[in-house]
């Protein structure tokens, strides 16, 4: 089993991911006065991130199978390294753009063989517990991307958010090369290009992975809904200034910090799914609030607390599932279950929005709770 050595990598590596997909959106407003534009021309910047990530995950996790994990995970890490500087040094937002479809194109090759390697370096009876770090480390770039990106913009301008990507990802880089060890766990491979389609093709064959992953959409998908139009929400209806509508986001960001381990280690007690459950639950309760209590600032404070701390749970038991229900498929059973994931995440705001424009916050507020509950349907269908 691996040591706390090797696994330091492992864990910084799933922080890259969101810290870029997220940290993004603080810039905006910078980004569209720094070329004279409007912002739906600047969230290309988040878009042209997001397509190359979910898609390339699909395979990234084969190609790994098929060739060697080493050296996949370190692809992955050089080109986010070289999108992040390319991003600094963007002359033009055109640039800036193909920069950030390179960034999504290397965070691909990240997130599921991160996932996939916690999944193979740890004692199975310490899944949950190693898993839910996991998804801690996750919830962590989710929660400080937004904040970093505001600092260095104040003090040293926006581009050294790209700088400082450029660097973070170079550092985990060099610590998993030093420290991840390749024999005989990870000997090198031959194989074709081609190959790789046949593991994603073995992967979606198990009716499991395509439960679970389905799943996982359903579960991102209510959850990415609820946050985006609760923002514009806030604003609109109660005239609540930025930094207090962030504050309100970020609780369930920090909950989620604390929520993922404890998650991780009563599913190892009591199974993944009865806690898959019960965040699902927690989720169900946040939202229900939201929709009947009449708003205050410290009552929304305390319900995205709540929604945090039950999608922290329920993403820690989907997560697990994940890395365990095929064993010797477990990376490209991560790719398939991470580019379903993420999928939630792009297409949700595009689709609630034809909700929330004639409808209002209540109508984003009941299908959210519709989709967490059709995603513990099917992750009810997962057997081991």
């Given at each position: 089993?691996?040591?706390?050595?090797?696994?330091?990598?492992?864990?910084?590596?799933?922080?890259?991911?969101?810290?870029?997909?997220?940290?993004?959106?603080?810039?905006?407003?910078?980004?569209?006065?720094?070329?004279?534009?409007?912002?739906?021309?600047?969230?290309l910047t988040v878009t042209l991130y997001m397509i190359p990530y979910v898609i390339f995950q699909l395979f990234s996790g084969?190609?790994?199978?098929?060739?060697?994990?080493?050296?996949?995970?370190?692809?992955g890490l050089g080109i986010y390294s070289l999108g992040g500087l390319l991003c600094g040094l963007s002359p033009t937002l055109e640039i800036l753009?193909?920069?950030?479809?390179?960034?999504?194109?290397?965070?691909?090759?990240?997130?599921?063989?991160?996932?996939?390697?916690?999944?193979?370096?740890?004692?199975?009876?310490?899944?949950?517990?190693?898993?839910g770090i996991l998804g801690m480390m996750y919830t962590l770039g989710v929660t400080m991307g937004p904040l970093i990106s505001g600092i260095l913009e104040v003090n040293l301008g926006w581009t050294f958010f790209f700088f400082f990507l450029t660097a973070y990802a170079g550092g985990?880089?060099?610590?998993y090369f030093f420290t991840e060890n390749r024999s005989p766990q990870n000997p090198s491979r031959s194989g074709r290009l081609a190959d790789t389609l046949v593991f994603v093709k073995k992967a979606v064959s198990f009716s499991k992975v395509r439960f679970l992953s389905w799943a996982a959409f359903?579960?991102?998908?209510?959850?990415?809904?609820?946050?985006?139009?609760?923002?514009?929400?806030l604003k609109n209806?109660?005239?609540?200034?930025?930094?207090?509508?962030?504050?309100?986001?970020?609780?369930?960001?920090?909950?989620?910090i604390l929520a993922s381990p404890l998650a991780g280690l009563l599913g190892d007690r009591y199974g993944r799914i009865k806690i898959a459950y019960l965040g699902g639950a927690i989720m169900i309760a946040a939202i229900i609030g939201l929709e009947v209590l009449t708003y205050s600032f410290f009552k929304y404070l305390i319900?995205?607390?709540?929604?945090?701390?039950?999608?922290?749970?329920?993403?820690?038991?989907?997560?697990?599932?994940?890395?365990?229900?095929?064993?010797?498929?477990?990376?490209?059973?991560?790719?398939?279950?991470?580019?379903?994931?993420?999928?939630?995440?792009?297409l949700s705001p595009l689709l609630l929005s034809l909700l929330?424009?004639?409808?209002?916050?209540?109508?984003?507020?009941?299908?959210?709770?519709?989709?967490?509950?059709?995603?513990?349907?099917?992750?009810s269908r997962v057997r081991l």
């Open positions: 089993m691996a040591t706390w050595r090797q696994l330091l990598p492992i864990y910084l590596g799933a922080v890259i991911g969101p810290l870029g997909g997220v940290g993004v959106i603080t810039l905006l407003p910078i980004l569209a006065r720094e070329w004279q534009t409007n912002i739906q021309w600047i969230s084969s190609i790994a199978q098929v060739f060697n994990t080493r050296r996949t995970l370190l692809f753009l193909g920069a950030r479809f390179i960034q999504g194109f290397g965070a691909a090759f990240i997130a599921p063989l991160v996932l996939a390697l916690v999944g193979e370096m740890v004692n199975p009876q310490q899944m949950g517990r190693s898993v985990v880089g060099l610590l359903s579960l991102f998908f209510g959850y990415i809904g609820l946050m985006t139009f609760i923002a514009d929400n209806s109660f005239a609540l200034p930025s930094d207090r509508i962030g504050l309100i986001l970020s609780m369930t960001g920090f909950l989620g319900l995205f607390a709540v929604f945090g701390t039950g999608a922290a749970t329920a993403w820690t038991s989907l997560n697990t599932l994940a890395v365990e229900i095929v064993p010797d498929l477990r990376k490209p059973v991560a790719s398939v279950y991470n580019c379903f994931k993420f999928s939630g995440y792009a929330y424009v004639p409808f209002s916050i209540s109508a984003v507020h009941m299908t959210c709770i519709c989709f967490v509950l059709f995603s513990l349907f099917l992750a």
